[in-house]
């Protein structure tokens, strides 16, 4: 029932967006009037296919439901650039009817008007084919060298990757995957970090295009921490299903690792709102840490959200891993996240805690990045100051 009132207010407010948008730019297009009506029918199309797209993984039949995704997740991210440039618009013409009101002073509204009523769709195209691409290619690799003071001589050096909020769904398959897999193996990591929300849908309907994460190689294995999206899917047959596929999942808990003759801390929490899925999820990272070791300086902490960091400087650690951000995958939306993370993206540093936020490795929902490129990060730790 509240599922279907939220489908209900959704639908409703995306109808209310698409009209304020005809009403903006229909009338001032400098077209003919069939070409008019043929905008508004696209405009109608784009109001039924964003709330079709978002329900159709309630459809078991394929290939529909995902095609039906495909389409309506598409549409989203064109109608996200479309709303923005037509609101702006609407701001540029607020200041141009405020410059024409002054004395002696005339300013060209009228051939604006029409001029960017027929722009504001075509930039709006412009950009989602670029975001398209941008989200659609392989993920480029991101290095980062993170300084540590006191790092062990043994550690210097020591090379991890770390992958997150890949997403596999409706749009992000098997292939998409496998080339996420080669990228990172081909690095030849110490340690392989998941930041969770690596997928979107059950176990059934998504075993298959996460069996290449099974391939995933490097000297001391790979680890995995939950993301919100695998509780929406249901995390427990998921953290099976990553143990089956060789990960070591962490759940608020911390294993030694011994590399170059020196020792590190790996911990994980569960995300940061696991709790309200499950209690005995609720993230802990003093509970991470608890038995562990107090001769090991270098503890690093895996935790999918950026705002564990508070709790993670409190419990000592070193450096924290953290996703779920995207880095706002498309503009506007970088401005946006910081409203609820402490951090957007990139290296940081909260007391004596490194954090590094990645942009994700994969998209959520549209198939759009704009401005924040996915990345496969490669972070190495370097001994500060420098020995000698």
């Known amino acids: 029932m509240l599922r279907s009132a939220f489908f209900i207010r959704l639908i409703s407010i995306v109808t209310l967006l698409h009209v304020y948008i005809g009403v903006r730019l ?3 297009l400098p077209v003919g009037t069939p070409f008019k009506w043929l905008a508004a029918l696209l405009l109608a199309m784009s109001a039924v296919l964003i709330p079709v797209g978002m329900a159709a993984r309630n459809i078991k039949k394929q290939p529909l439901s995902d095609r039906l995704a495909w389409a309506g997740l598409l549409t989203m991210g064109f109608f996200s650039s479309l709303l923005v440039l037509t609101a702006l618009r609407d701001i540029v013409l607020l200041l141009l009817h405020a410059v024409d009101s002054l004395p002696g002073v005339t300013a060209a509204t009228a051939e604006f008007t029409a001029v960017s009523a027929l722009c504001v769709p075509l930039v709006a ?3 989602t084919l670029l975001g398209v691409y941008n989200a659609r290619r392989n993920a480029p690799v991101k290095i980062i060298d993170i300084p540590i003071a006191g790092l062990a001589a043994g550690l210097d050096g020591f090379r991890i990757v770390q992958i997150s909020d890949i997403h596999i769904g409706p749009t992000i398959k098997r292939g998409y995957v496998e080339k996420i897999v080669a990228t990172v193996n081909a690095l030849e990591a110490d340690l ?3 930041t969770g929300d690596v ?3 059950s176990v059934p309907q998504l075993e298959a295009d996460t069996r290449p994460l099974g391939a995933l190689s490097a000297r001391h294995g790979t680890f995995f921490v939950t993301g919100n999206h695998e509780y929406y899917a249901g995390a427990d047959t998921w953290i099976a299903e990553f143990r089956r596929l060789g990960f070591q999942v962490l759940m608020n808990e911390h294993v030694v690792v011994n590399h170059g003759g020196a020792r590190a801390i790996v911990a994980g929490v569960t995300d940061y709102s696991g709790g309200n899925f499950d209690p005995a999820h ?3 990272p003093q509970k991470a840490m608890r038995g562990a070791p107090g001769d090991i300086l270098f503890r690093l902490l895996l935790a999918h959200q950026p705002r564990s960091a508070t709790a993670a400087s409190e419990a000592g650690f070193t450096l924290q891993l953290s996703g779920h951000t995207h880095g706002g995958q498309f503009l506007p939306w970088q401005f946006f996240v910081r409203l609820q993370q402490p951090f957007v993206h990139g290296l940081d540093k ?5 954090v590094y936020t990645s942009r994700g490795t994969g998209y959520w929902g549209p ?7 996915s990345e496969v990060t490669l972070l190495r730790l370097v001994a500060h100051p420098p020995a000698g």
């Open 125 to 127: 195209i412009l950009l």
């Open 199 to 201: 997928v979107d849908g």
């Open 350 to 354: 909260l007391n004596d805690l490194w």
């Open 367 to 373: 198939p759009i990045r704009l401005a924040a490129p």
């Open 192 to 194: 392989i970090a998941v």
């Open 282 to 284: 609720a993230s802990d």
């Open 26 to 28: 229909i009338a001032a």
